[in-house]
Nanobody, 121 residues
Framework: VQLQASGGGLVQPGGSLRLSCAGS????????IGWFRQAPGKEREGVLC????????YFADSVKGRFTISRDYARNTVYLQMNSLKPEDTAVYSC???????????????WGQGTQVTVSS
């Protein structure tokens, strides 16, 4: 059972990135998939999640209207689309999986490695 996060990089303010969280060894469709981020010197923060039923609550008010989450069942992948990126979005982004409902706490069963997102001019 593995989660693989990818898609990070360096982007200018106002730009976009799409992060991917690919599952192997299990079907992501049965799980709530959460995205978390951790900036240097700060605590890990829940960003956004999508439940097995498609409910997608935001946990970070600062990303509302800019970030969206979606699933591709055929590819067993969850995406985090990030638009209008700001320097304060700079962090290591990680995805995680848990059965049942979404939560903004890090109480997840499986974690992928992080992918670095840097927003800078």
């Amino acid at each position: 059972v593995q989660l693989q996060a990818s898609g990070g990089g360096l982007v200018q303010p106002g730009g976009s990135l799409r992060l991917s969280c690919a599952g192997s060894g299990f079907s992501l469709g049965r799980y709530a998939i959460g995205w978390f981020r951790q900036a240097p010197g700060k605590e890990r923060e829940g960003v956004l999640c999508i439940s097995s039923s498609g409910y997608s609550p935001y946990f970070a008010d600062s990303v509302k209207g800019r970030f969206t989450i979606s699933r591709d069942y055929a590819r067993n992948t969850v995406y985090l689309q990030m638009n209008s990126l700001k320097p304060e979005d700079t962090a290591v982004y990680s995805c995680a999986a848990r059965l049942n409902y979404c939560t903004g706490s890090p109480d997840y069963d499986y974690w992928g490695q992080g992918t670095q997102v840097t927003v800078s001019s």
